[in-house]
């Protein structure tokens, strides 16, 4: 362990050469909240604050889970190790934002205590991160949906009246750019590429983009913070279309994912991929409840 903590660097983000900022945060931080205000701002009620954070950290958690299983996996060891630097750029936004939860709502819950000791019913994350991996064209498609959305709503947020969530926004979209940047690169090989890695890409669009929509529903929460992601739909649609269609790609027309009653993943409400996700993030700090290493 070392005596780094998660919010030390959130104000040398500005400071940073252009390029370093693609890194993960990495791990070991002793002191969650150190260097950063975390006073509530006036008119910020921490309860939304705490629940709008879950839902950006369960994002960030639950993909960062996905990417890293590509390890061993993926068609190169260079992707392996481009894949693994993006799912940890991924925990370091999920960790800031899991403790900023903690300390919004006034329980004090620990990164830990929120990552590894709630039920599936409990996460908030959007249903399109937590699908499994399929083919690598399936997982570019999905990375393409996510940082695209996200990199637009970080530059928003990036300003937002919590000190701490415009911190960790204007430090992550900075990673988001090449997140997006390294899924965009990999839609314009596989869709211009052999007959074959077109029909793969093809596929993987057509296959996450029910998905989509979830990302831009607003939740009453993000109504009363004054993040409504429903202005996002058409400048990431744009956006999207662009690359797609540069790709020699068909921008797919399927209908978004239906809900249940209603709820979907910002309401607990999960696909069956969730269970097995979470039952092997969790499986060590469940068997060894309080060890440290």
């Known amino acids: 362990m070392t005596d780094d903590h998660v919010y030390l660097h959130l104000s040398e983000a500005s400071a940073e050469p252009e390029g370093e900022a693609r ?10 909240l150190l260097g950063v205000d975390t006073a509530l701002p006036p008119g910020i009620d921490g309860a939304d604050l705490a629940a709008y954070c879950l839902m950006l950290g369960d994002d960030a958690l639950i993909l960062a889970q996905r990417l890293i299983e590509w390890c061993t996996r993926a068609p190169e060891l260079e992707e392996e190790v481009a894949l693994a630097n993006l799912g940890l750029d991924l925990l370091g936004q999920a960790r800031q934002l899991l403790t900023r939860a903690g300390q919004a709502d006034g329980t004090g819950r620990s990164e830990d205590e929120l990552a590894y000791w709630r039920e599936e019913h409990e ?26 959305a996200r990199h637009a709503l970080y530059q928003r947020l990036s300003t937002h009246a919590d000190p701490v969530l415009a911190a960790v926004a204007a430090r992550g979209v900075k990673e988001l750019a090449y997140h997006q940047e390294y899924a965009t690169a990999w839609t314009l090989r596989l869709g211009d590429g052999t007959p074959y890695s077109t029909a793969r890409m093809q596929a993987g669009l057509d296959a996450v983009w029910p998905l989509l929509d979830e990302l831009f529903t607003p939740h009453l929460v993000e109504v009363r913070l004054g993040t409504d992601p429903s202005v996002l739909r058409e400048p990431v649609l744009q956006a999207l ?36 996700l979470l039952a092997e993030l969790q499986v060590v700090a469940r068997a060894h409840p309080g060890a440290t290493w």
């Open 23 to 32: 890194w993960a945060y990495g791990t070991g931080f002793a002191d969650p």
């Open 241 to 276: 279309t662009e690359v797609i269609e540069k790709a020699g790609l068909t921008v797919p027309q399927a209908l978004p994912m239906a809900r249940v009653g209603g709820r979907a993943g910002r309401d607990g409400v999960h696909t069956e991929a969730l269970g097995p």
């Open 123 to 148: 996460f908030r994350n959007v249903r399109l991160v937590e699908t499994p991996n399929g083919d690598f064209a399936y997982s570019i498609a999905r990375l393409l949906l996510f940082s695209t």
